[in-house]
């Protein structure tokens, strides 16, 4: 069975960091692609971050020079580091993990940035 548990959501001031954790269990982790997506209140969830098995990273433009994806292999963890936040930044967020047609979505973690 395929699982991927998300954690490090929270409260947070704007200005301030969070980082975002996703563990798998189930998969061959390093093969995987990994992404982080959002869902605000009333919006479609939209793509934020991917990281490809490799290293090629693409990020949301509303989210460049402030988040950073990474992935520790040897976890079978991925990771969105977010600084900068702001209140648009209010969202579900989402861990995806894909490989060809196959992909896996987390339980979402809340994050609230208050002005």
């Known amino acids: 069975q395929v699982r991927l548990v998300e954690s490090g959501g929270g409260l947070v001031q704007a200005g301030g960091s969070l980082r975002l954790s996703c563990t798998a269990s189930?998969?061959?982790?390093?093969?995987?692609?990994m992404g982080w997506y959002r869902q605000a209140p009333g919006k479609q969830r939209e793509l934020v971050a991917r990281l490809g098995h490799g290293s090629n990273t693409h990020y949301a433009d509303s989210v460049k020079g402030r988040f950073t994806i990474s992935r520790d292999n040897t976890k079978n963890t991925a990771y969105l580091q977010m600084n900068s936040l702001n209140v648009e930044d209010t969202a579900v967020y989402y861990c995806n993990t894909f490989l060809f047609s196959t992909e896996y979505w987390g339980q979402g973690t809340q994050v609230t940035v208050s002005s």
């Open positions: 189930g998969i061959t982790f390093r093969v995987y692609n």
